[in-house]
Structures are given as C-alpha cells and as structure tokens.
C-alpha cells in the first residue's frame, strides 16, 4: 500500500510557541489530504481537508488560524499549531488519498505536548 | 449530521470463538462503510470497505441499510486479531472523501 510519513513523530514544546508538522506522501501524489487530531482513547476528529494548491477547509468548531494547513505540493501538507497551549496537546494524524484512490492512508501521528 | 456509533468500547474473546463488532450509522446521503485496524504501535490501516466486499483476514461485514449496521465479523478469532477496530462512514456530495470515525472498539483475544 501507499505510505504517509510524519515528523516529527514527538514534539515537546513551551506554550505559546509555534509547532509545525510535516505530512509527506512517498510513493504517491496525494491530491488531498486530512488532518485528524484523536485524544487518549478517543476517535480520530477531522480538522481539515486539503487539496493540493488551495486553502485549507476547516471543520465546525476548527480555529483555522489557531491550526494552520498548507499543502503547497502532491506530496507535502504541513500543519502548524500556532500560540501553542496545554489544551492543544494531542495526538495529530494526517492522511493521504490519491486521485482516483478509494482510501486514505494514514501517517504514523505526531505526538504533542505543550508545557 | 453523520454519526458512527460503536457501542462497545471493550470486547474480550478467546481465541478460536467468533467475534462480532457493531457499528451503527446515521446518514441522509448514500452511504460509503468502512473497518480501519490499528494495532499496537502501528499506524491506522484499511481492513476492508463494504464496497469491495472482501474478506480481509477472515473478517467480513455486511451492510444493512435497514438496520443502518456495519458490523464487523470474524467466525474464529486469532490472538493477532487484538487490536483498536474503528467503524468510518464515507461522506459523499461535496464532502466527498471525507471519514466520521466511530469510537472505536479495542478487541483483546485470549489464548
């Protein structure tokens, strides 16, 4: 199957501070791609849907300048976590989906604790 | 709005029993079922979509558009089988491509 790379796969940092994630598809163009954020023990809740060269769409109840999203090429979407705080601590997923693709594959997750 | 309702967030069998798992949805559009796995420590992966109608790892699942169910099932469970099983409704129209998990069921099989 296709593979979704994340990094980093942990980040620790202060609050207020900036956090961006990379979400790379390796062996395939991702025309779009989502970023889900799951809590401990919880589901997967989608932030954002992707396609290549526009803007980001943002789920009800998604700050989108809080959770920037970028996806400037077919194999690259970045998410940064601006003013990072505590309650943004997460587990954040990205996933891919190709054209004519009938699932998404999904990256490993970025774990992120703000102190 | 779309739901995905799995009712059981723990489910223990033994190994060689068969296992059911149930999910539930709530969708005004044409529905797109599917099962995603993760095992321990492993990213989330396609086990099967109602679509295909396949028999991944001797899982199956039917969908029932009257009971509004995709439950999974498995006739003999294997110990490998234990893992976090999520139910995911595929939206259609202009959402097209977009998942509603469930919340998940973490499957134990004992030996």
């Known amino acids: 199957g296709a593979v979704v790379s994340q990094h980093p796969s942990w980040v620790i940092c202060k609050s207020g501070t900036s956090v961006k994630i990379e979400c790379r598809s390796l062996?395939?163009?991702?025309?779009?791609m989502f970023w889900y954020r799951q809590f401990p023990k919880q589901s997967l809740m989608l932030m954002a849907t992707s396609n290549e060269g526009s803007k980001a769409t943002y789920e009800q109840g998604v700050e989108k300048d809080k959770f920037l999203i970028n996806h400037a090429s077919l194999t690259l979407s970045t998410l940064t976590v601006t003013s990072a705080h505590p309650e943004d601590s997460s587990f954040y997923i990205c996933?891919?989906?190709?054209?004519?693709?009938?699932?998404?594959?999904f990256g490993p997750g970025t774990r992120l604790t703000v102190l | 709005a779309q739901r995905v309702t799995q009712p059981e967030k723990l489910l223990s069998v033994f190994k060689g029993a068969p296992v059911e798992l149930k999910c539930n949805y709530s969708y005004s559009g044409s529905p797109e079922l599917f099962w995603y796995v993760q095992y321990s420590r492993q990213r989330l992966q396609l086990l099967l979509r109602h679509i295909s109608r396949e028999s991944i790892k001797g899982f199956t699942a039917d969908l029932n558009k009257g009971e509004t169910s995709f439950h999974l099932k498995k006739p003999f469970a294997q110990e490998e089988d234990s893992a976090m099983y999520y139910c995911a409704l595929g939206l259609g129209g202009t959402s097209y491509g977009k998942l509603t998990f469930g919340q998940g069921t973490i499957l134990t099989v004992h030996p």
């Open positions: 996933s891919g989906k190709g054209l004519g693709f009938h699932e998404q594959f």
């Open positions: 062996d395939f163009q991702a025309t779009t």
